[in-house]
């Protein structure tokens, strides 16, 4: 057995943090499982652990992780980002006055346990800046008379074992949800709250300069160095209000990063014929993060595409696109990437939005359109903003309820609220 104490942020020439300990966890092949509840989550603490968590899955199949939205500690960033793990995520709340507010991270292996207590949250501080301390105890299963384990797996039972009704699984409809409801805030906003406001005795009224400033009393510590392989992304403002996702260590484009994607088939097909009472679906499409996988709620996926549900199973439908002129492509994208994934993030990635160069814009969020031909064939058109038709179509959605809106009209009511799109 290993008892370790971490510390982080204060004694910086040790250079010690919970991120690293994690880290090395992720990258133990020792640990086919990793468990987690924590209170707080940010972009930049997901996002730093994000490729040791898609990397860990070559030996880690069992993953939960359960994070708290209390106190707008979590930001809806983080929770897109969390999506992107693709591993079973619950956000935990309860309407008591109570908060939700442990921060423990488990591994376990077919011998080895190490199991990390203390202070720090799913953020970019906690995992790496702010002064924090943990403990991390390791144990080999077989030879320690040690079970802190299942002493905390038995505790939080049946959060982190089984159904509680203070979990909702996480998905793009409950981060609209909780976001609409006003329990979770942008990162942006998150960040505010928690920033130190420091006064200098320039700023102090007549009465008050008889006091030293607040810097002056206490001074500035700095801050830790983030530990190496944690290599959070940020996100950046342009002044349009686009937002993208750059890398910390170099300097924002102004364009969202694009995924490696795999293409979709293409292939010929003959036209395809619709009529004034066809089915359309009218949607922004949400992000920053990784938004040209377009994620829909469970009823868009279920009616509308008509696709499955259950986790693991996959939904194949043919796309076509449409120009504002009404030309439609001779070629058929064969969308196979529909999987729904434990994460139950029901996307689809046309070809038109995965080819698009424009920086992702909040403020203006892009806009696709499907036609329904029948279950399993869709014409669509793709715009973004600064186009006469990009303004017809935000006026179709401006009625819609949500913070990512989309609608259900039919083709002779979309005919007559966008001139601009010759279908």
């Known amino acids: 057995m290993e008892i370790r104490f971490i510390g982080q942020g204060y004694n910086r020439a040790s250079g010690s943090s919970v991120a690293s300990a994690i880290i090395d966890s992720l990258n133990n092949s020792s640990y086919n499982s990793f468990k987690c509840l924590v209170a707080f989550a940010s972009h930049t603490g997901v996002s730093g652990l994000t490729q040791h968590i898609l990397d860990s899955k070559t030996h880690i199949n069992d993953f939960r992780v359960i994070v708290g939205i209390d106190q707008f500690g979590t930001s809806s960033e983080a929770l897109e980002s969390l999506i992107e793990w693709d591993v079973e995520t619950f956000v935990f709340y309860t309407n008591q006055r109570i908060i939700f507010h442990p921060k423990i991270y488990l ?249 698009c160069t424009v920086a992702y814009n909040r403020a203006h969020r892009p806009i696709i359109v499907f036609i329904k031909i029948n279950s399993t064939d869709f014409i669509y058109h793709f715009e973004t903003h600064g186009t006469q038709l990009y303004n017809e179509l935000e006026q179709v959605l401006v009625n819609a309820n949500g913070v990512i809106k989309r609608t259900e009209i039919t083709l002779n009511e979309l005919r007559q609220s966008c001139p601009s799109l010759s279908i």
């Open 107 to 355: 591994f376990e292996g077919n011998d080895l346990v190490s199991v990390i207590i203390g202070s720090n949250n799913l953020t970019q501080s906690g995992l790496a800046q702010n002064i924090e301390g943990a403990i991390q105890i390791s144990y080999n299963k077989n030879e320690e008379d040690l079970d802190v384990l299942n002493q905390i797996i038995d505790y939080y039972s049946p959060i982190l074992t089984g159904d509680s009704p203070y979990l909702r699984a996480l998905d793009t409809e409950l981060i609209e949800n909780l976001v609409a409801n006003g329990k979770v805030k942008d990162e942006a906003n998150r960040r505010a709250q928690y920033t130190k406001e420091v006064e200098t005795n320039n700023e102090l009224n007549e009465t008050e300069q008889t006091y030293p400033a607040i810097n002056d009393l206490f001074g500035t510590l700095p801050l830790q160095g983030l530990p190496s392989g944690f290599s959070p992304t940020r996100l950046t403002r342009g002044s349009s209000n686009e937002t993208s996702d750059t890398n910390s260590s170099t300097s924002g484009s102004g364009s969202p990063a694009t995924p490696i994607l795999t293409p979709p088939i293409i292939a010929t097909s003959p036209g395809w014929t619709y009529n004034d009472n066809s089915n359309v679906l009218v949607a922004e499409i949400g992000g920053p993060s990784r938004w040209k996988q377009i994620s829909f709620a469970k009823r868009n996926f279920e009616t509308f595409f008509e696709l499955p549900t259950a986790v693991g199973t996959n939904g194949d439908i043919n796309l076509k696109y449409i120009d504002t002129a009404g030309n439609i492509d001779a070629n058929v994208e064969q969308i196979t990437s529909a999987r729904v994934k434990a994460s139950r993030n029901f996307n689809l990635e046309p070809e038109k939005v995965r080819e």
